[in-house]
Every structure is written in structure tokens, then in C-alpha cells.
């Protein structure tokens, strides 16, 4: 399984922007990237995934360093909700479908 | 919006006993899946099943585990013969697409397993 490496923790403040870095510099072409999140006590969350291209979706948006070594999810206004541990996961296209989990960056949203 | 669900939320169980953990997943997916985490540890894959039968499984996933879709709605995970070290908290997934390179998995809220 290709790694990913994710700060422990970060901190932000409510309705400011929020940016979480993952570096994968051992990634493939084939490997495409996800996000998932877990709130407190509930099971993890899907955010987004993407390939090469940035993506935006109703809760966040991915930016794909050109050279696909690193990704950054983006959460444009923070709210108490989006505190959560947010892990970074490449998937192999045509690979095992199993998620394989690292310890994530555990969000802090100061209100 | 359609959701996983898991029954029952907190399962309490003595050493060797059996355990049944149930889950619905989302009614027109076809992959299914069980993670587990430890208290304070990382989300860890268990199995995962297609077509009725295992696709694949991890270490952890040896003999006193099994899994079964007995009704075409259900997906269960039952562990034989409990250990203390089975205590987690057990997460059902389903997934729809053929890959999850490009399809997200659906977790359920999860049954804390307790084992005295």
C-alpha cells in the first residue's frame, strides 16, 4: 500500500479556511487519492477523492500538486462540525478495495 | 439519505463466547466490508466481500471470524469464541461501484464490542 504522510494535528478558527496537507511521494499513476474524516465517536466519513485534477465538491475541494506527490484538502469556512480526524488514503485503480487507514490529522475548529 | 446501520450500538460478552454483529448495507451496493478500532488506535480492514464471498481479508480476520450475507439485506460478522483483545469498535461498509478507486465506501455508526 503506498503511504501517506499527514501532520498529527492542526488548528483552526470557525468560518476561516482550513487547509490539510498529505504528502504521498511514492504514489502511482494509477493511485487515486481519498478523503475520508471521523467525527467524535462515529464511523468514518468519504469527503473527496481525485486523480490529477483539483476537485471541489458540496463539502470540500482537493489540490493535486502537479507532480501528485502531494494533495491539500481545502474546508473554505470551518465550523465546530468539521472537527474530526481527516485521513489522507491512495487507492489503486484495479487494487485491493480495502481502506487502509493511517493515524490522520486531527482537526481542532476554535469557536 | 440512505445510510449503513449496525445493531446493536454496544455488545457486552464474556470471554469465548460467540458474538454476532449486524449490519444493513445500503440497499443497492454490492461490496461490503468490516473494519475494527481499538480504542485510541487507527481504523483497521478486516474483510471485505463480494458476490457472496470473501474478496479479501487482513491478518486479523483468522478462523474465529466469519462473515455471511444470509438474506440479501443482512451482513453479519461473527466471532467464534471471543478474546479480551477483541474489545473495538466494529464498522460495517458498503460500497456500490465495482472499484472503490472511484467509488466511496459508506461506513455504519458502528457496535462497541466489550469483552469481559
Known amino acids: 500500500d503506498a503511504k501517506t504522510t499527514q501532520p498529527n494535528s492542526m488548528e483552526s478558527n470557525e468560518e476561516e479556511p482550513v487547509h490539510l496537507p498529505c504528502n504521498h511521494s511514492?504514489?502511482?499513476?494509477?493511485?487515486?487519492i481519498h478523503w475520508y474524516r471521523q467525527l467524535p465517536s462515529q464511523g468514518p466519513e468519504y469527503v473527496i477523492h481525485g486523480l490529477t485534477s483539483n476537485v471541489n465538491n458540496r463539502m470540500a475541494s482537493l489540490a493535486i500538486a502537479e507532480d501528485r506527490k502531494s494533495s491539500t484538502l481545502i474546508l473554505h469556512r470551518a465550523t465546530l462540525r468539521d472537527a474530526a480526524v481527516y485521513y489522507c488514503?491512495?487507492?489503486?485503480?484495479?487494487?485491493?478495495?480495502?481502506?487502509?487507514f493511517g493515524k490522520g490529522t486531527k482537526l481542532t475548529v476554535n469557536p | 439519505e440512505p445510510e449503513v446501520t449496525q445493531t446493536p450500538s454496544h455488545q457486552v460478552t464474556q470471554m469465548g463466547q460467540e458474538v454476532i454483529l449486524r449490519c444493513v448495507p445500503i440497499s443497492n451496493h454490492l461490496y461490503f466490508y468490516w473494519y475494527r478500532q481499538i480504542l485510541g488506535q487507527k481504523v483497521e480492514f478486516l474483510v471485505s466481500f463480494y458476490n457472496n464471498e470473501i474478496s479479501e481479508k487482513s491478518e486479523i480476520f483468522d478462523d474465529q471470524f466469519s462473515v455471511e450475507r444470509p438474506d440479501g439485506s443482512n451482513f453479519t460478522l461473527k466471532i467464534r469464541s471471543t478474546k479480551l483483545e477483541d474489545s473495538a469498535m466494529y464498522f460495517c461498509?458498503?460500497?456500490?461501484?465495482?472499484?472503490?478507486?472511484?467509488?466511496?465506501?459508506?461506513f455504519g455508526p458502528g457496535t462497541r464490542l466489550t469483552v469481559l
Open positions: 511514492t504514489i502511482s499513476g494509477t493511485d487515486y
Open positions: 461498509a458498503s460500497s456500490g461501484g465495482l472499484a472503490s478507486s472511484y467509488n466511496e465506501q459508506f
Open positions: 488514503i491512495l487507492i489503486t485503480q484495479g487494487g485491493s478495495e480495502k481502506l487502509v
